[in-house]
C-alpha cells in the first residue's frame, strides 16, 4: 500500500520543496558597498567616547575616504518592530538622529543616559504612570547604541556600537561579580588566511600596502580557505579571538560564563564562495572557520575580504589581492 | 366552513318592502288592493343558513341574492322567486334555504294573513373558524437519537400516517381535544402516548422509542415511550455534516472532521497550518467542543488529521457566530463534534491506513446496557521515509509525528438514562533543523503539543420529557515550542489543567415554549514559561516576514495563571404563529477571575506581587426563525460574546497582567430556500465587531508590564452562501462562496488595516457521486483569496551581524496571489462477508498548480518570490470495517 514512489512524493510535498531558489549570494562585489564597521574601543561606557571606520568596499577594492553619512540615532525600537533599530533612524529631519558628520570613519560619544534609553535602566517614568519597560538585552547579555550610515548609493546601514551598562533587578551578589569580573569587549583580529589546492597550502599574505606581490592563482581552480584567530583564555580578559566572558543568564537571574562565537564573511570581487559565512559556536573550541572558493575563469585581479565578527559585536577584517591566470 | 350569511330583520325587510322602490315592493293582498291595511308585518322566527357554494369558493368574495318570498298566513314559506340573480349556485342556495324559512305570519286588518316579501339574502366568504388541529412530529430512536422510518402512527379519529425517512409524521385536520397516538411499526411493541390538541394549533412532538430487538426478552413486554422535547434547533447560523458524507469528501482522506475547512464563513488555511480561520477571527478564537468537551485544537499539527476517529463522529457541526447563549469563552466560530452511537450489538469496527498513518476504532456492546469502544491513530511518515531516502531527512523536514487515541464506556443503567465515561488523547511533535556552516545561522525548531482529557457524560430523559446532560471532564493541555536561530533562542511553553463542568436542563413546557437552562463553567490553570524577544514569535498586527531571523534579544519570564468562571445560562425557544416563527431570547452571565502570581516584571529579589481580576459578561443573545413556507426560512440572530486573554498575553514581561475581556458582538440574518435532501439555498449576511482586543502596546518604550494593551478593535462584515444537496441515494455536494472583511485597528479612532486572516473570497465546491458497483468519484474545488500580507519595500545592512534587514512599508497592504486548487478522489466499496472494505485514491491538487503560499525574500531582500504549496499528492489508503 505504500509505496517508494508515494513517500518520496510525500517527502517532496512535506518539504514545501517548493520553495524558490535566489542567486542572491552576498559575497560576491559587483558594486560599492558597506561590509562592515568597527568601533573602537568595541565596547564603550556611557560618556565615553570611540571612533567608527568602514570598510567600503567596490570591484575596484577598496574605497577610500568614502562619503559615508554617519549618526547617532536615539530613537528606541518599537514593540512591534523585529529589527535591530528603529525604521525611523533612516528618516531625515528627526531631531534624535545626530549627525556624526561625512567620511570613512567618524568619532562619537555614547549619550550619558544611553543605559536609561537603550540598556538596562527604566527611563523617568512620567508621573501617575509605571516606568518604562527597560531594553531586554541579546544573547550574549550586551546593549547597543544604534549608529547609522548612510552611503553614497542610498543604502542604510547600521553599526551599533555595544555600552557597557550594569545589570538591572540583580542581586547586590550578582552586581558585584558582573562589576568586577566583566571584560568589555575587543574587537577580532584575523591571525592568518591560509588556502589550500592542489598544489598544497599556502598563506595569503594581507593586501596592506606593503609592496607584497599578491598570490597567483589558477583561473577556475578551487581553494580551500581557513581563516583563524587567536587563541583566548578561558576566564574572562581582553583578546582578539573568542573571548570568554560574563553574562546575566535572563531566566536564572544569575552570572554565567560564556564564550564568544566568531563568524568570517567572506566577501571577493570574483570567483564564487561555497558559504557567504562560516564560523564557530561559542562551544565549538576551534580557532578558525574555512570556506570554498572558486577563482573566476579569467584573468586578472580579485580583491578578497573576511571580516570577522565576534558574538559582543567586535568587528575585524582583512583585505587580500589575488592574481588569476589562465 | 368558512360561512356568514347576512339576515335582514323581516322588519326591516318589510319596510324596505313598502319603502323601497326598486328592491321592494308590496305584495299583493288577496283582497283588493287599498281595501287592507297591513297592521304587523312577518317575522322570521326559523332562519336556515344556506351553504357557501363550494364552486364559488375559490373566486373569493360573496354575492347577494334578492328573492320574492310568498309567506303563507301559517308563516311557511309557500313561493320563493329570484328577483335578482347572483349566479345559478348562489340563486340555489339561497332559495333552498328560504323555502325551510318559518315566520310568524304577518296580520292585515289584525289577522294573520298571507303576503309577499323581497329578501335579500347575502353570501360573504370569510375565514372559518379553526375547527381543527395538527399533529406534527418526528419518531427517533431512544438509543441513538437517528429517525425511525415506516413506523405507523394512528390518532384516535384522525387515523394512521407513516413516517418518512426522517422518521417524520403529520396530521392536518385532527378534532381538538385529548387524542390517544399510538406507535408501531417493526421492531417495536405497540406502544400509547396521549396528547391534547388545541383547535387552529400546531403540536410538534418528537417521540423517542425503544427499539424492540435492543431489549432482552423478558424486558420486552416493558415498553414505553418518551415524549421528548423538540430536536434542539440547529443555530441561527450553523451547518452540520453527518459524518458519512464528510468522510466522502475529496481533499480530507476520508477524515470527517477535515470536512469543516469546505464549510461557508471558513477561509482557506495556509498549507500545513491547519488553522481555523472562521469569519477573518483569529484561530485561537475559535473553539472546539466534543460532546461537550472543551479541546483546544481539531486538527493535528499541520492539519493533515483530525484529532478524533473519524469512525467515533456522528457528525460535526460548525457555528461561524451568532450561537446561542449555552456556549461562551469565545469571540469567533464554534465547532461542535458529535460523537456517534455504539451498535446495539455484537462487535464492529474498522482499520484504516494510508501514507500518513493508521487508524484503528473497535466497538463493543456486552450487554444492551454495557458498552465500550476504543480508537486510536498512529503516524508513521517519521520512520518510513528516512528507509526510503536518506537517513537525516527528518533534520530538514519537518516531518509530523502525532497520535491519538479515544476511548469510550458507556452505561445504560435505565432506558432514559445513559452514563458515559470517555477519554481523549492527542499528541503532536514536530521537529527540523537548518544546518549552515555559520553557527549564527543554524536553525532548530522543535514543537511539541498535546492534549488529555476524562470526561463523565450523563443523559437522563425525564418522565415529564425534560432533557438533562451534565458532562464534567478535566484534563491537560500542553504546547511547546523551541526555537533557535543561531544563538538567539525563542521558547515558548504553556501547560494547563482544564477542568469543565457543563449541565443543562432542557424542557417543553408548553407547546410552543421550549425552555434551556444550564452552567458551563471551566477552570484553567496555566503555567507558562516564555524566553526570547517580545516579537518572536511574531503577532498578528506586527512587521514580518516569513523566515526572518528573530531579534536579538532575550528576555524571559514563566508564571501561573488561573482564569475560572462558572456562567449560567438560560434561553426560550417560543414558538409562534403556529410555530412559522421561532424567538429565542437567551442571556448568560459569566462572572471570570484571572489570576496571575506576579503583576510586574521580576525584580533583584523583590518578591513577586500577583493579581486577582474580576470581570463579569453579561451577554445577551437572540435569534428568531420565521418559516412561512416549509422550504422557506428567514433567520436573524444577533449576541455578545467575552474571552478572557491567553495565559502567556498576561505575562508581566511579554504582554500585561492586567489585560481585560475582550468582546465581540456578532449580527447576522439569512434566509434558507429549499431542503437540504433535494436542494437549499442558504444566504447569511454578517457583521461582527470586536474590542478590547490585546495588541502592542503603541508607546516607542512600552510601560512595565504594559507590553501589551487593551485597546484593539476589529470588525469583520461579509456574505456566505450555501448551496447543498445533501446525501441521498447516488449524489451529494455543496457550493460555498463567502465574500468578506476582516480588519484590525490598535485603538479607537486609528486607522483599520486588513487582518492577517482577511480573504476576500473563498469558494469551495465539494460534488461526489455513486457511480455503481461500489465505485465513487468525487472531487473539490477551492478558490480563495491570498491572506495580506506587509510589503518589504527596501532593508538596511546590519553590521553588527553582516546580515540584511527589511524595511517595511504599510501594513498588510500586500497579498499573496490567489489560491486555486482541485482535488479529485475515487474510491471503491466491496463486501467480504460481513466485512465492508473501501479502498482510495485521493489526489489532492491534480492541475499540480505551484499556489502561492507565502511570500520568500533574497538575503539583501531586493528579490519577492513566493513558496508554493503542495505539488500533486496522490493519498491512497483503505478501510476495512465490520
Known sequence: MVSRAALVAIAVALSSACAPTFDDSTSIISAPRLLAVQSTPAEAVAGGAFSLSALYVGPQGVQTAPQLDWATCLLQTPSDQPGPVNPACFGSGSS??????????????????????????????????????????????????????????????????????????????????????????????????????????????????????????????????????????????????????????????????????????????????????????????????????????????????????????????????????? | MNRRVFLPCVAAAAVLAVSSPVLAQEAAPPAPAGAHKLTRPPRLVTFIEAPFPESEKAAGHGATVVLELGITATGTVDKVAVVQSAGAAFDEAAVGAARAFVFEPAEVDGKPAAIRILYQYEFVLKAEAPTTAILAGQIRDQRTRKPLAGVQVAVTGAGSATTDAEGRFRFDTVAPGPHTVSISGAGLADVETSETLEAGRQTTVTYDVELQDSKPAEDRDDLEIVVAPPAMEKQVISTQVAADEARRVPGTQGDVLKVVENLPGVARASVGSGQLVVWGAAPEDTHVYVDDVPVPTLYHQGGFRSVIHSDMVSSVELMPGGWGPDYGRGIGGLVKVDLGPIPKDGVHGSVSSDLLDSAADVRARFSDRVAVEVAGRKSYLDALLPVFTSSNVGQYIPIPRYYDAQTRVLWEPSRTARVELGGLISSDAVSDEVPSTDPTNVQKQTHDSGFRRVWLRYFKQTADGAEMVVVPSLGTNTDSLVDAFGPVPTELEVNATVASLRASWRKRVTNWITLTAGVDGQFTQSHFRRTGSTTSPPRQGDDYVFGQAPPNQVAHDDGTIIASSIAPYASADVAIADGHVHVVPGVRFDPYLVTTNRQYPPFGTTPAHGLASESTALEPRLSVRWTPLPALTWKVGWGQYHEPPAPADLSAVFGNPTLGLESAEHILGGVVVGTPDILSFEATVFHSTSQNLAVRSPLPTPLAAQALVSTGIGRSRGVQVLVRKQLSKRFFGWITYTLSQSQRAVAPGAPYYDYGFDQTHVLSAVASLDLGHGFELGGRFRYATGYPRTPVTGSYFDGKTGTFEPIFGPLNSIRIPDFVQLDVRVSKRFAIGDTNVEAYLDVQNVTNRGNPEEFVYSLDYTQRRYITGLPILPVAGARVSW
Request: proline share 10%; net charge negative; charged share 10%.
Open chain 1, 96 to 326: 534624535d538622529v545626530v549627525s556624526l558628520g561625512k567620511g570613512g570613519t567618524a568619532n562619537a560619544t555614547v549619550p550619558s543616559d544611553a543605559c536609561l534609553l537603550f540598556g538596562p535602566n527604566s527611563p523617568p517614568p512620567t508621573p501617575g504612570q509605571p516606568s518604562p519597560r527597560p531594553t531586554d538585552p541579546d544573547a550574549t547579555g550586551g546593549y547597543y547604541l544604534p549608529i547609522v550610515v548612510g552611503d553614497p548609493a542610498g543604502q542604510w546601514s547600521v553599526a551599533p556600537e555595544r555600552i557597557t551598562c550594569p545589570p538591572s533587578g540583580v542581586t547586590q551578589d550578582v552586581l558585584a561579580v558582573i562589576s568586577a569580573g566583566y571584560v568589555p569587549n575587543v574587537n577580532p583580529a584575523i591571525a592568518s588566511l591560509s588556502s589550500t589546492s592542489g598544489s598544497g597550502p599556502a598563506t595569503v599574505v594581507p593586501a596592506d600596502g606593503s609592496g607584497v606581490q599578491p598570490m597567483t592563482v589558477s583561473a577556475g581552480q578551487q581553494f580551500a580557505l581557513s581563516v583563524s584567530w587567536a587563541s583566548c583564555p578561558t576566564s574572562p580578559q581582553a583578546c582578539s579571538g573568542a573571548e570568554t566572558y560574563l553574562s546575566l543568564d535572563s531566566t536564572t537571574h544569575t552570572v554565567v560564563t560564556l564564550r564568544e562565537s566568531i563568524v568570517a564573511s567572506w566577501y571577493a570581487t570574483g570567483g564564487s564562495f561555497a558559504s557567504d559565512r562560516s564560523g564557530r559556536s561559542g562551544v565549538d573550541p576551534g580557532l578558525d572557520a574555512t570556506n570554498i572558493w572558486t577563482a573566476p575563469r579569467t584573468s586578472g585581479v580579485v580583491h578578497l575580504w573576511v571580516v570577522l565578527r565576534d558574538a559582543r559585536g567586535g568587528v575585524g577584517w582583512q583585505g587580500y589581492t589575488l592574481k588569476t591566470q589562465l
